[in-house]
């Protein structure tokens, strides 16, 4: 911790333990390069010295005053007349950040972002802009977090992707908020051809009410796009998450899973659609849920949707509640109802569906670990 305060002296040390929540970590070896958020101030921002010349990263109002053309790609994927949630981002943008990774950059350790707010009944809109440029590969940690002691917050969050020909890029976004926040991502992505679009959301932490709906379109041949969410929600949070894949280009593919779980009085709607425009494309969705309560719900909405003879779109969806007899099970060897109970749920979150690099395996692992107190 001290490490990290030394690297970012500016921000107070009781803000960089929050931002730890969600994959705030030093620099130097571990992140690429840094990105940080509160409210609608830039805080800090850096490239690890390794990596310059490799990548760009700024607040996206810097990108907009550095290259004109950063204009044209805002509002490309996602449409600012959506709904009131783009509609209000559009009008009064508050930041948010420009990443760039260079024309064949592999870069070996993630990007990390983070923001923040700090104000109670504070509305943070962001817009972020994110290009992988071809044959780049790059990994983005991106966390979002409320300070301690703010308890009602809004956020709204635009993120517009662009990936280009043969280039990878590995997104995840972890939700650390407090039970009166209400939340609004809006993403989209586009994808040229041979590309990879690894979208991972996380969110373990109650949250009074988040709709989030990404997409990414698969125009390029060959171009894949595969979206993963972990979603764990109790008290009276309301969480309605899914994701979407236009599948444009010839032998395009997509895969959408959903690993959820609903406890006392909660509500979860899982969502996911596959679109297939081209007839060797081919899609496939999964959604599973868990109840842990008698009054928690989850819904499960698959949609299909073939327009060209030849897709191949699948889907399965299954919710249910923890088994009696792997609760006995458990419980014969030993553990309480408690402990039986939590080594099933941490099963059932397996982190390994999400085909993360090692490093990003190892920090979401340890991010499970620190949810025991949240299965009883």
Known sequence: MCKLQDKLKSIPAKLLKEAENVGMEQEGPGRSATYFQTDHQQAYTSINRIYKGK??????????????????????????????YTKAAADMPGGGYFIRVLKGQKLSVPIQSC?????????QKVHNIIIAEEGSEANIITGCVQEHNVRIAEHIGISEFFIKKNAKLNFTMIHNWKKDTKVRPRSAAVQDDNSTFISNYICLRPVKDLQMYPASLCKGKGSTARFTSLLYAYENSLIDVGSKAVLEGDESRAEIISRVIARDSSTIYSRGMLVGNNSKSKGHLECSGLLLG?????????ELEGNSYGSDLSHEAAVGKIADKELMYLMSRGLS??????VIIRGFLDTKIFGLPEHLQKYISSLMDQMKYATG
């Open 294 to 302: 008698r009054e928690a719900r989850v819904i499960a909405v698959p």
């Open 337 to 342: 109802e408690e402990e039986a109970t939590s």
């Open 55 to 84: 990548l760009e990263i700024m607040d996206i109002r810097d990108a907009l005053k550095k290259y004109p053309w950063v204009k044209k790609l805002m509002w490309k994927t996602v449409d600012k007349d959506k709904d009131e």
């Open 115 to 123: 923001l923040m707010i700090t104000n109670e009944s504070f509305r």
